[in-house]
């Protein structure tokens, strides 16, 4: 843990700079941040029904019965408590270099959008005071937290710098961010598992990297944590659900994890896992999106055309659909934590053979599950209509 030490060169106390997380703090951390969402989330539950947080059986919706919401108070909960033991002794600098962002400015921003999602799970805020808090969210993340992409390294390009434009691009990518997460929980335990999941990954990403990247490591624990611990009440069948007020705070979560614990480093591969280890909640998203821009319909207004609907009317289960989207999710996951591992280049261009050829064999096989899956959820029919 990060905590002040005195120096035996002297007869006064000197502190010294707290110490860089080991994997260890951060595995502390994953376990608080679980054991707290699973002992809080029950209270939760009380809560909701007390105030009438209940969500409804909808045609939409895979529940079918009553149940409350709310849970995201438990994962802001386990969050706030892991991360504030782990990591609120940040330092301004490690190794020479500035680590830019601050544990309080998180914790503020972080209890904004929990607070804006829990009035909305129970009054059903209008989409844009929903959108208004988002974005308040994440100013505040940038502002006080100090949660900004300075420059990100791009394969070929190299090295992109935002010397202006950085804190409006981490502002918008974390809105964006929290709407990918929030428009994928729709079905019970996908949201917190795919999210839980990629947290680890993101965590074992950024303990292979430069010793600042190990706070975001302990805050991808920190995340996994809470996510799983929550799952535990909300694999299916759910007894409690995260409601907007779980799902934008874990977007946020996600967002900021992603630019503090791997974008700030010159490794090539940075830009690539994001969108590797985030596939499967963008790839819904954005899919979902085009669909209504196409029909002219808002892109704001819920559906049934999500991954999970047409598991659904495919005729899986929510338990075998969601399953599915876990696996997916490893697949996707072991795949970017493999290439922090297997030695392709030596970070100046070159490339070796063997590595070279593993992670292409690996990359094929993924794209060519993946392109399966899409194929099995009739978002590519190919020749599908010519056989009926």
């Known amino acids: ?17 707290p110490a860089i997380p080991s994997e260890l703090d951060a595995l502390y951390a994953f376990l608080i941040a679980a054991a707290v969402a699973v002992v809080l989330t029950p209270l939760t539950m009380r809560l909701a029904r007390r105030v ?7 045609e939409r919706g895979l529940s079918d019965r009553e149940t409350p919401r709310l849970g995201g108070l438990a994962i802001f909960a386990a969050a706030a408590i892991a991360g504030t033991i782990w990591l609120r002794h940040i330092p301004a600098r490690v190794d020479g270099q500035p ?7 998180l914790v503020a921003a972080m209890a904004l959008i929990t607070l804006v999602g829990a009035l909305d799970d129970r009054f059903d805020f209008p989409p844009a005071v929903k959108l208004l808090g988002q974005i308040a969210a994440a100013v505040v993340a940038v502002a006080l937290g100090g949660v900004t992409i300075h420059y990100i390294t791009v394969p070929i390009f190299g090295r992109l710098n935002f010397p202006n434009a950085g804190p409006s691009i981490t502002a918008f990518g974390l809105v964006a961010m929290m709407n990918v997460v929030n428009f994928s929980d729709g079905v019970d335990g996908l949201a917190a598992g795919v999210c839980g999941i990629d947290a680890v990954a993101f965590g074992v990403i950024a303990f292979t990297l430069a010793g600042s990247q190990h706070f975001g490591g302990v805050l991808a624990a920190v995340t996994a944590g809470a996510a799983l611990g929550f799952l535990f009440h909300n694999f299916p069948p759910a007894s409690s659900f995260m409601g907007d007020a779980g799902s934008n705070l874990l977007g946020l ?63 899986f289960s929510v338990r075998r659909s969601v399953l599915i989207f876990y696996g997916w999710t490893l697949m996707l996951a072991g795949y ?49 209509r010519s056989r009926r």
């Open 99 to 105: 680590v830019g962002w601050h544990w309080g400015g």
């Open 253 to 315: 979560l996600m967002g900021t994890v992603a630019v503090e614990g791997d974008l700030k480093t010159s490794a090539v591969v940075t830009l690539a896992l994001p969108l590797i280890l985030l596939a499967v909640p963008f790839l819904d998203t954005t899919f979902v999106v085009l669909k209504r821009l196409k029909y002219r319909r808002p892109v704001y207004r819920a559906d049934q055309e999500h991954f999970h609907h047409r598991m659904a009317r495919i005729g």
């Open 1 to 17: 843990m990060t905590l002040p030490v005195l120096s035996a060169a002297t007869t006064n106390p000197v502190l010294t700079a």
């Open 336 to 384: 970017a934590v493999a290439l922090r591992f297997i030695h392709y280049s030596d970070g100046h261009g070159h490339l070796h053979a063997p590595g070279t050829a593993l992670v292409a064999g690996l990359g094929l096989v993924v794209i060519a599950a993946s392109i399966y899956l899409i194929y099995v959820l009739e978002i590519l029919k190919f020749n599908r």
């Open 52 to 58: 009438g947080a209940i969500d409804q059986p909808r």
